[in-house]
């Protein structure tokens, strides 16, 4: 088993920033590719990014590319997300997953409890 706790989400201004982490306790983080997802309230959980075991590689949803950027830390069992230029339409919940990597979210057995982010215009 692998729990996942997000930290980091708040109320911000279009075009600032915030980061976002994610603190994972259980088994072996270092093999586990990590993902964050977004849930806007009545929208589907959607893909927003992810990182290999390694951190080797990442993946971004178009709509973030060049604005937000995934990490980790492995000798701290933690993952982040840096999140700059944020727009309204960023606002969601924000949930770190920990499994595969994948942009499917069923590939991802384990999920924290969701951080809100709200951007106002």
């Known amino acids: 088993q692998v729990q996942l706790v997000e930290s980091g989400g708040g109320l911000v201004q279009a075009g600032g920033s915030l980061r976002l982490s994610c603190a994972a306790s259980?088994?072996?983080?270092?093999?586990?590719?990590m993902g964050w997802f977004r849930q806007a309230p009545g929208k589907e959980r959607d893909f927003v990014a992810g990182?290999?075991?390694?951190?080797?590689?990442?993946d971004y949803a178009d709509a973030v590319k060049g604005r937000f950027t995934i990490s980790r830390d492995n000798a701290k069992n933690t993952v982040y997300l840096q999140m700059n230029s944020l727009k309204p339409e960023d606002t969601a919940v924000y949930y770190c997953?920990?499994?595969?990597?994948?942009?499917?979210?069923?590939?991802?057995?384990?999920w924290g409890q969701g951080t809100q982010v709200t951007v106002s215009s």
């Open positions: 259980g088994r072996t983080f270092t093999p586990l590719a």
């Open positions: 997953a920990a499994g595969v990597v994948s942009r499917t979210a069923a590939r991802y057995p384990y």
């Open positions: 990182i290999t075991g390694s951190g080797g590689t990442t």
